[in-house]
């Protein structure tokens, strides 16, 4: 594979983000895996490398390469909230909640941080507390479809009319 700037594990992350986006998910994940072959430490390319693994529902991969650039980089918030959401979907909500609670102590206002709690309390049926959490999340971040979505349902399950328009 020739790419853009030479043999080295930022031109191969260049090239990785790039087909990333340009939805080449295969090309993608050959980028960033050679990335971290030439730089084992590159937490970016395991990141990047973590969202492939979210866009094709490979939770398990995600999770195991976020976790381990959790490790190398204890004070980023984007691999955390990212950790949050897939255990999420692994229906992990008591340890989704553990990384939504460690995101919220350093950022109180941290919108996703905010919907993965309404997630989490939607997901065990407490419609009150997911609707305090959505609308918390919506007052910080403006409209968004997943946090409208989502507090339109809980609210009118717990009979929050108002609320669920």
Known sequence: MTVFG???????YDEGLTASVKGDLDKAVQCFEKALELDPQMSAAAHQLAKCAMRVGDWARAVHLLTQVIRSRP????????????????NQPDRARGVFKEVLEAEP?????????AQIEFAQGNWQGATAFAERSLAVSGPSFPGLFLLGRAARLCGNLAASN
Not at 6 to 12: C, P
Not at 82 to 88: E, H, R, V
Not at 109 to 115: C, F, G, P, S
Request: no cysteine; net charge negative; charged share 20%.
């Open 6 to 12: 030479g043999e080295n594990a930022e031109s191969y």
């Open 109 to 117: 206002t941290n919108a996703r941080a905010l919907l993965g709690f």
């Open 75 to 90: 004070k980023l918030i984007p691999p955390r909230l990212d950790l949050g959401t897939a255990l999420l979907e692994m």
